[in-house]
């Protein structure tokens, strides 16, 4: 007898458990806390906590609550929104020049020699703006797009074109800068192409395409000795002696 008492006591003290009330609260930063004693709320949230019956949150109670999926027809996949495509750049004129220079040259060394036949013909040794830069002066605008526009520059700004219109044409080039033979061994700057997998070297300014690299020393000396394209670079006491 005395266990069926206690057995009955426990089964109406577990269901008072299960049916207590819960209370929920949000604090101060926005956390949601919970507990079926209304002792453990702080004070200040007296006021505020809300209750829970049976664990089932009505849908009254002002908490956050999650997310709802959106609603879709039934059997209807609904498709993913590309962003809008950008409208295309307008070609610039060196963009243009490149593409009718392409017209008429195929392999690697057309491309290379059309670039370097048109800046030869078109563009203009700009001796005002050598001295210019000499006397530490700007010297005009030596970039690709100045050159260009000017139709003028000096040894950078054609060997700056050059560079970039081949590129435009598909083929990796380089700006090398150096010292050129003559009366001043003054600075200079020519190119470097790749041709066929290759590298070889251009001077617009001196009318020098692709001559071997041997000869190409005899008038140039570039400061950095892997573009003497040789096993083994020369010095620069080497090089004057030549």
């Not at 426990?10 to 101060?28: C, N, Q």
């Amino acid at each position: 007898m005395r266990a069926i008492l206690l057995a009955s006591a426990l089964l109406l003290l577990w269901s008072g458990m299960l049916f207590a009330e819960v209370f929920t609260w949000t604090d101060s930063r926005g956390t949601q806390h919970f507990t079926d004693d209304s002792r453990t709320i702080p004070p200040k949230y007296r006021k505020k906590a809300v209750p829970l019956k049976g664990f089932d949150q009505p849908d009254d109670i002002p908490v956050v609550a999650k997310p709802k999926e959106p609603t879709r027809t039934p059997m209807t996949l609904s498709k993913r929104e590309e962003p809008p495509a950008a409208a295309p750049q307008p070609l610039t004129e060196l963009d243009l020049l490149a593409k009718t220079l392409l017209q008429s040259a195929t392999s690697d060394r057309d491309k290379a020699y059309a670039a370097f036949a048109w800046v030869r013909s078109n563009i203009y040794y700009d001796n005002a703006s050598k001295w210019q830069r000499r006397y530490g002066q700007h010297g005009g605008d030596q970039s690709p797009e100045g050159v260009l526009a000017a139709k003028r520059g000096v040894c950078e700004g054609m060997a700056n074109l050059y560079a970039a219109l081949t590129g435009k044409m598909g083929l990796q080039s380089a700006v090398v800068i150096g010292r050129a033979s003559g009366f001043r061994q003054e600075g200079h700057a020519w190119n470097a192409v790749m041709v066929d997998g290759k590298w070889g070297l251009v001077d617009v300014t001196r009318h020098s395409f692709l001559n071997p690299p041997e000869d190409f020393l005899n008038h140039h000396f570039p400061n950095d000795p892997q573009w003497q394209l040789l096993e083994k670079p020369l010095t620069y006491q080497e090089w004057l002696k030549r």
